[in-house]
């Protein structure tokens, strides 16, 4: 069993910086991809930046892409999910994903953990 445990949502500021951390257990996660994702009321979840676990390549959602940034730090099994140049429309919440394998993926059916979520809410 896997299990995911977020942290670090919040109340901030348009254009203020948030940085989500993903701490995973129960696994070694040597091979494990990672996702972050997000969720408003009414809609989908939608994919906002994923990385590889070895080798630490990544991919961001366009909608963010230049303000996220996903990291990871293998000795500690936490996955990061720096925001900066926040924006009203970045209220949501987060949810931090894994699965086994080598490569990243994108879409909310690739994985099968998941955290429980974090709230984030950006002020105007």
């Known amino acids: 069993q896997v299990q995911l445990v977020e942290s670090g949502g919040g109340l901030v500021q348009a254009g203020g910086s948030l940085r989500l951390s993903c701490a995973a257990s129960g696994r070694t996660f040597s091979s494990y991809a990672m996702g972050w994702f997000r969720q408003v009321p009414g809609k989908e979840r939608e994919f906002v930046a994923a990385i590889t676990w070895s080798a630490g390549i990544t991919n961001t959602a366009d909608s963010v892409k230049g303000r996220f940034t996903i990291s990871r730090d293998n000795a500690k099994n936490t996955v990061y999910l720096q925001m900066n140049s926040l924006k009203p429309e970045d209220t949501a919440v987060y949810y931090c994903?894994?699965?086994?394998?080598?490569?990243?993926?994108?879409?909310?059916?690739?994985?099968?953990?998941w955290g429980q979520g974090t709230q984030v809410t950006v002020s105007s």
């Open positions: 994903a894994a699965r086994s394998g080598s490569i990243y993926y994108t879409r909310v059916r690739d994985y099968n953990y």
